[in-house]
């Protein structure tokens, strides 16, 4: 989980990715269940630095693995999930854009 926080980018992609095969351990998952609501924090600021679709299945399970854990947060995910979304329709509005310029 250290991983995470590591200052180089791609290690933290490669540790969030790690994520997924080991919540099919039933001890991986009861042991990761207290700090849920961080690494979700974790992931969605990970998201922010690169494609979303690359960590979305990651998050997409953790939502099902650990809902009710999640719930409190629900707001916050969704405000930041819908942050996230605007920012790709800015970054593809953008290059659209440039791409009809050029031509």
């Given at each position: ?5 590591d ?17 099919r ?7 990761m ?10 992931l ?7 494609d ?7 998050m ?10 999640l ?7 969704a ?7 605007k920012?790709?329709g ?10 009809f310029?050029r031509?």
């Amino acid at each position: 989980m250290g991983c995470l926080d590591d200052p180089e980018l791609p290690v933290r992609c490669q540790a969030a990715l790690a994520l997924q095969p080991l919540l099919r351990h039933e001890y991986v998952v009861n042991a990761m269940r207290p700090q849920i609501p961080q690494l979700m924090q974790r992931l969605l600021a990970l998201v922010n630095e690169v494609d979303a679709d690359m960590l979305s299945m990651v998050m997409e399970e953790f939502v099902e693995q650990f809902s009710d854990e999640l719930t409190p947060f629900a707001v916050d995910l969704a405000m930041n999930l819908v942050q996230t979304q605007k920012i790709v329709g800015l970054i593809v509005g953008r290059n659209v854009f440039a791409t009809f310029a050029r031509e």
